[in-house]
């Protein structure tokens, strides 16, 4: 009988290589004399058993886990789309209906005799997670995000992998621009927080990196590419991320006048308004790539990197912190730690409460040592330096 | 000691619609729906509950306002991203946390917090609706009740559709039908012209794109046709590319009708991405937004189908499109 049974599970979008998380904890908890079991998709494995006849609960040993640390993929699965705080089912009346399904979740996660889970969830899985965590599981998380803006840690898992792909791509993207003597403007992860586009547009030395946390103008960056063009070089690359806003960006178009019924029902409710904040992949290449070619009087060519940078092999630094990850999680749970998230501040792994993670996103600081290199470098952030 | 009157979940209501039965009409939208298309394009109206919206091209900022981020949401789920140093510092919503209870409107000077859905009694909808009655004697329109699903908020829908009548007022609705047929005895003698959907006609597939199976669908519509053999009823089609944009939809659908002649029309609405704004709005994410809609040329392939079993010709029905 061992001493301990602990869970571990993943939430939220997927990134690469999740199974030296399970590695680390495996090797950690095979120590301690512990049972170490892996819960399916999310929470899927407990909230649908039907669905997983064979193994609601995964068996998880350094055994079974030796060799697949370095591997992409994950063992359990993962969930991004479902939060047992709203799980939609069909009733007796067959209507589609979102149920609240956490005291169950939580209660059976208990009669498992599982006495913590170790969750490894990025912002939105955090949220639900703290949630459960109020309801009485025992938790400890880690974080995970390719974009790495989760708060208080300085890396967020998975990050370093996606920064090597889209390094690698944009090195592509430029031969291409190169061969085809156009500008291209490839546009990577990134909704709030720029480190992804940042990063890697320092990595290959592209022309210029548009940011979330920097609104750009335009006209700086065509100024920048034309400086290029005119010295004979006949290609650009630009790198922006999904997030990014232009400074003064087009006036709202006014609502239209309808009674004032409408408006007081059903405010902002009609296309015309709605579609100036729509977070959607490819909006932003396309609207920077055909400014800069009206600008630059020179082709240009949009391309979205997207979600290509959740997949791959994960990098050295991903597996050792994965594996770091892993083991200090199961250290929190043997000193009787709860309600906390392991985070990276160099040179140490620590704890923090997850209040202090939550609603938080880490952003790129205005006087960051990056913003300042990146200017150094001479690539253009689309704002006069 | 008067009893409480009965009040309904209103949406919306929208003036001057030309798309939902006859004449300028007047269209009421009910809040919640009992299936969960993947195309939907209200997803505002999919809850029973009013609901939290949030427009971020209004919010004025931290700085500027703040109202709502000084201890007003009990659940902690309004935040902004980091301290100064973002482009702007508008608020963002957690929307794993926020339980719509609605605490942080009032306190919005911009309105940039709202809330989908509120209380409303029939003699309140049919005042707003009634001021548009001089067009609806001009055209030989009226008021159409939509959603959601209308019918769900049965005694509701059959009050304000009965007392619509009362006032003169031609009535239409709006309605996926999947509901309890219970609900639809209530609602239909009342109603003029019962716009309803055939979304998908295989059972699975209709499973799968809008989470129930289409056998309750099939038989409450077979049953309105044949206790309301007086009222018209007009099939639509949501036609969605690459779920029902095809022949084998529209010819399944129009052998089901077949058989009953109040079936008047079948109307194709081409998908359109209308409502992907609206799930910013919530917090929800749009799955179906990198699809355009069907080209012309499948369009006016599908409906001379529709048009050669009704019987008319493909020049009546450009005449009718002009």
Redesign the interface.
Known sequence: MPAKRIAINFGGEFVPGLNSIITGACLAASKLGWEVVGIRDGYDGLLFPERYPDKVLVKLTPEIMQGLSGTTGCVLGGSAATDPFHVRSTNSGNEVVEVDRSDELVAGIQQEGIETVISVVGPRALSILWKLSRKGLKTVCVPKSVENDMAVTMLSFGFNTALSFTADMLERARQAAQSSHRIFVVEVLGEHAGWLALQSGMAVCADAVLLPEIPYDIKTVAARLREELRAGRNFGLVVVAQGAKPAASAPLPALAQDPKMKSALSPGATEEASRFVIERSGRVADRVALELQRLTDHPTYPMVLGALARGGTPTVVDRQLGLGYGAAAVSAVAKGQSGVMVVYQPPDLKLVALQEVLNKVRVIPAESEFVRIAQAMDISLGVAP | MSAKPLTGT??????FCTHDGPGIRTNV?LKGC???CKWCSNP?SISPKPEL?Y????CLGEEQCGYCLRDVCPE?AI?V??AG????DKV?I?W??CTNCGKCVPVCPS?AL?L???EMTVEEVLA?VE?DSSFYRESGGGMTLSGGECQLQADFAAALLEEAHQRGINTAIETAS?V?WEFMAKVLPHVDVVLHDIKLTDPERHRKW???DNA?IRANLKKAYETFPDKEFVVRTPLIPGVNDDEEHVRATLEFIKPYKNVVEYELLPYHR?G??????LGKIYGM?DFDSPTPETVQRLRALIDEAFGRTAQSQMNQNK
């Open positions: 209103v949406l919306n209501i929208q003036h939208f009992t299936l969960r505002e919206a427009n971020p091209a209004k902690l935040y991203a980091g140093d973002r482009p702007d963002l957690n794993d946390l309105n709202y989908f859905g509120q707003e001021q999947n309890p809008t989470g129930v309750r209308f992907e704004g609206k799930y910013a709005f937004m």
